[in-house]
């Protein structure tokens, strides 16, 4: 059965740029899958996604005219149903296999089988293959249909009458199968070899294909366009790259920034614009932004990362004399950077502290109150953090940049540019001469702001961000915000994933439960405030999990730490190491499995067991000899406990594998003497939580 190379187009208007990668790719991507579905595609086929900003196309190697005919086997009904006592075929067959398409000739050869409950008629047949027509036409609407369009347009067709539904108005389609049109329509186009390229440089329109494989070279020659997005990506990284060496600078690293970017253009071509450099005494953080944001540019950093007066344009055309365009899109930018510095120079004519009574007017959410009410709640809770601290002079610098926090938020800069909040807090808060540790602490308490974001560079800006951040939590969790699914929409997990960061990698002495407490007791007066601390502890040790397992920690050693509670997060990676060189040790297998049986046995006694044992009702060997060995053995592993040394309490437990193991195969642990059976119970209990202060070890049994 012949194949050929498949090429199908959609020329549209200029498409979403944030969306036109991911458009491209799910285009590609299902039309391929439904044709693969169909039986049109060979196990060679290899499709190749094109997305500019007035296209999208998909290439498929090795695809077939004609699908290749199926076999079909289709249950009927049961014997005695459909056949009469002679063998003949009942009227209930006959409609059924009229309804096939099939007659009473080919009862004979109907297959007879026994699907567990009775004998059952089937037939088989030959399912024609689809053509190439019938199978794009359907994969084609199936891949329009399934493209990740948050909104569509509804526009009119050209008869004046119809319309149709897409992101943006479709003006050609292309389908070629080798070199013969595929006959399809969708959104009232027919399909053709026609496309068109570049608006201006393009040297001929349209862009006429004689083979579906001439799609990307003929586009680019004749119709100037770079079709493959990863192509035209790589080209601007090139470009950008050459010209930033030229200008003596490095271009800001920003994917996202490229990727639209990319979006933008077709035929790119960048080229060095300049602004004053008098802007330059703006923070580079609003220059920077302004430029990426409002402009598209790249900005021009020197080696040491900071911003020159100098930037890249990629432009969409590629005149001989570049000067008017870049004399342009210097033109544009200066009235941007002129707001920047207005902004700038504006704000810093009040102080941050007198912007804080401003924050009573802005609400933060009607249940909680407002953002001057929240401020106080996370001055009180970093005071509260750095008094367990034990440190005076940190709670006095917590409080001061706690409260001049959120005070930015009320500042033309960020009522413009809302990514700034917290950086033009630091900047103010310089300028109006507080300490460099405080004004770091108010940039710094939004962090960490994602994941593999940096900490706060110093205790008060982590002490100010685990305030704010647990004010968050216990605050959405007291009014029933919590996450579901998906959902998220004030970034819970992200929160509890900063604080446990914060936590573990400060190596901070404050016990979980602890922090929870002192911020629970902000919210007290808040009409229909109830937090279950229970499922927000939950919440907190699922992230935790989580974030161990994508470290590389496996499941078991995880569960063997977390599952334990351990109120002092810095704590647990010093517990995931001393686990993981007690499961290498050839006593562990062993003592998790009786550790798991240990705790089996106790969680079938009524009430709670106490570890006491009384020395005189020991009566087997087995059992004197193990609490002999608890005796000695677990002050060692207590006193390594004590002092953080956790690897090393767990290896001294190995030596009660022996004990163990001959308790268990001598002693009778339910004896019919209550007074017997509560001490050797009690021995139980004793050894279950010598074995699991560092971790639970039962969770190692497989």
């Not at 195969?665 to 003497?673: K, L």
């Not at 560092?694 to 190692?700: E, H, N, R, T």
Request: proline share 5%; glycine share 6%.
């Amino acid at each position: 059965m012949s194949s050929k190379n498949l090429l199908v187009e959609l020329f549209v208007e200029e498409l979403p740029p944030k969306a036109l990668k991911k458009l491209g790719e799910v285009f590609a991507q299902s039309l391929t899958q439904s044709l693969k579905n169909a039986g049109l595609t060979a196990p060679t086929s290899i499709f190749t996604a094109y997305a500019s900003p007035r296209r999208l196309a998909a290439h498929v190697t090795d695809v077939l005219t004609v699908a290749a005919d199926k076999p079909v086997v289709q249950k009927l009904m049961p014997v005695a149903v459909g056949l009469d006592a002679a063998g003949n075929a009942t009227p209930a067959l006959l409609k059924k296999l009229g309804a096939l398409g099939a007659d009473a000739s080919c009862v004979p050869n109907l297959r007879r089988e026994n699907d567990g409950k009775a004998d059952v008629l089937f037939y088989e047949s030959l399912a024609k293959g689809a053509t190439l027509a019938e199978g794009l036409q359907k994969a084609l609407e199936g891949a329009l249909a399934a493209l990740p369009i948050p909104k569509v347009m509804t526009y009119q067709l050209q008869d004046g009458w119809s319309s149709v539904n897409f992101v943006r108005p479709a003006h050609g389609l292309v389908a070629l199968h080798g070199s013969d049109i595929v006959p399809l329509a969708v959104l009232g186009l027919n399909a053709g070899r026609e496309t068109h390229g570049h608006r201006f440089e393009a040297s001929v329109d349209p862009v006429v294909f004689a083979h579906a494989d001439e799609y990307a070279g003929k586009l680019a020659t004749q119709g100037a366009v770079i079709a493959s997005f990863a192509e035209r990506r790589t080209e601007i990284a090139r470009q950008l790259a050459a010209a930033a060496a030229l200008a003596g600078g490095k271009p800001i690293e920003d994917d996202a920034l490229l990727d639209e970017v990319t979006a933008l253009v077709e035929r790119p071509n960048v080229l060095i614009g300049q602004f004053e450099e008098e802007f330059l005494a703006v923070p580079q953080e609003c220059l920077i932004l302004t430029m990426k944001a409002n402009q598209k540019y790249f900005p021009l950093l020197d080696a040491a990362g900071k911003l020159t007066n100098k930037f890249l344009v990629v432009s969409n055309i590629s005149p001989e004399d570049p000067s008017a365009v870049i004399g342009g899109n210097e033109r544009v930018v200066r009235p941007r950077l002129a707001d920047a510095k207005f902004f700038f120079d504006q704000d810093r004519k009040k102080s941050l502290e007198s912007r804080i009574i401003g924050l009573s007017k802005v609400v933060y959410h009607n249940k909680l109150g407002t953002q001057g009410e929240r401020t106080q709640r996370v001055a009180a809770i970093a005071r509260a953090i750095a008094n367990e601290l034990r440190d005076l002079e940190l709670a006095h610098k917590a409080d001061q940049a706690a409260l001049l926090a959120k005070a930015d938020l009320l500042t033309d800069m960020v009522g413009e540019f809302p990514e700034l909040q917290g950086i033009m807090g630091r900047y103010y808060a310089l300028h109006d001469g507080l300490r460099g540790d405080v004004a770091d602490a108010i940039e710094d308490h939004y962090k960490p702001r994602f994941a593999g974001d940096s900490l706060p560079r110093n205790l008060v800006g982590t002490v100010v961000a685990l305030a704010d951040k647990l004010e968050t939590l216990v605050g959405m969790f007291g009014i029933g915000q919590i996450p579901t699914g998906d959902r998220d929409p004030f970034a819970l997990r992200r929160h509890a994933l900063g604080v446990i960061r914060m936590l573990s990698e400060s190596d901070l002495d404050l016990p979980l439960y602890l922090l929870l407490d002192c911020t629970f007791a902000q919210f007290n007066g808040i009409e229909g405030f109830q937090l279950n601390v229970n499922a927000l502890t939950d919440f907190i040790y699922d992230r935790l999990a989580g974030s161990l397992r994508e470290q590389g920690y496996t499941a078991q050693e995880v569960d063997a730490v977390v599952s334990q509670r351990p109120q002092r997060l810095g704590d647990i990676p010093k517990r995931l190491t001393a686990v993981r060189a007690f499961a290498a040790l050839p006593e562990a297998a062993a003592l998790a499995a009786a550790n798991k049986r240990v705790g089996n046995i106790l969680k079938k006694v009524e009430g709670s067991v106490e570890p006491t044992v009384n020395a005189a009702l020991l009566q087997e060997a087995a059992e004197i000899a193990l609490h002999a060995a608890l005796i000695d053995i677990v002050p060692q592993a207590d006193a390594a406990f004590d002092t953080g040394d956790y690897t090393e309490s767990l290896t001294t437990l190995a030596a009660l594998r022996a004990p163990v193991d001959a308790f268990f195969d001598g002693v009778m642990v339910n004896a019919e003497d209550a007074a017997l059976r509560a001490n050797r119970l009690g021995l139980l209990a004793h050894l279950h939580a010598a074995m699991n202060r560092v971790a639970d070890l039962s969770k190692l049994s497989t």
